[in-house]
């Protein structure tokens, strides 16, 4: 039962517009989500991340927006560069009852000139 | 800091034999854990600890012993190999407050024939 949802598993994007990149939850009891970013043969490097009490984080040309009612988070990035071009995890775990994160399966995103 | 540090790299192993992926961690952070990344599946939790002397096991933990003598390491054994372990294997580590923001280790690519 796949708790993190990343459904789709890559998207292109032009340079300099914007990249949306989507997750859904099933789990209710979550309520702390992270985004990593990961290029090939490295470990995942954390990017942004957003508590349930918020429906927005931002840092930089990154914002995490977070509907708690449908169960999604969505990781916009304006504007995209092709640095950005790499394959992003969302996470998600449920703070006050275990230490589990758990992950989706991931999106990788292109970044095209 | 050498932050997280994995060893070996690389591994090639035999169906039935034993291993241990070693990872180390210089930030004094009380919770580490293992992920393995596979095709399409994303990171999956395999065992994680919230401190020395304490384990707990992840969403796929079977074929795979841990253990916590140490703040610095956790290192994550492979018992009797089987094919269906070739993975990537991560280990992260991060402070228990802050514990969602982990930091990753590099990375063990193991085949099992």
């Known amino acids: 039962d796949q708790q993190v949802k990343q459904n789709s598993p890559s998207l292109s994007v032009q340079e300099g517009r914007i990249s949306i990149l989507n997750c859904d939850y099933t789990?209710?009891?979550?309520?702390?989500f992270l985004w990593y970013k990961k290029y090939p043969a490295e470990g995942p490097t954390f990017l942004i991340s957003?508590?349930?009490?918020?429906d927005k984080n931002e840092d930089g040309r990154f914002t995490v927006f977070l509907n708690k009612s449908a169960k999604h988070l969505s990781l916009h990035i304006v504007p995209s560069q092709p640095g950005d071009s790499a394959v992003y995890f969302c996470?998600?775990?449920?703070?006050?009852?275990?230490?589990?994160?758990?992950f989706g399966k991931g999106t990788r995103l292109h970044i095209l000139p | 800091n050498a932050g997280v540090t994995q060893t070996p790299k690389f591994q090639v192993l035999k169906t039935g034999q034993s291993m241990t992926l070693q990872c180390a961690q210089d930030?004094?952070?009380?919770?580490m854990s293992w992920y393995r990344q596979d095709p399409g599946m994303g990171l999956r939790l395999i065992h994680y600890?919230?401190?020395?002397?304490?384990?707990d096991q992840g969403e796929v933990p079977n074929g795979y012993n841990v253990s916590r003598s140490t703040t610095e390491d956790f290192p994550l054994r492979l018992l009797s190999a089987a094919p269906s372990q070739t993975s990537v294997y991560f280990c992260?580590?991060?402070?228990?407050?802050?514990?969602?923001?982990?930091?990753f280790g590099p990375g063990t690519r193991l085949t099992v024939l």
């Open positions: 992260a580590s991060s402070r228990r407050d802050w514990y969602n923001e982990q930091f």
């Open positions: 789990n209710s009891m979550f309520d702390y």
């Open positions: 957003i508590s349930s009490i918020k």
């Open positions: 996470a998600a775990s449920a703070v006050n009852r275990d230490d589990k994160i758990i």
């Open positions: 930030m004094n952070h009380e919770y």
């Open positions: 600890s919230v401190g020395a002397g304490i384990t």
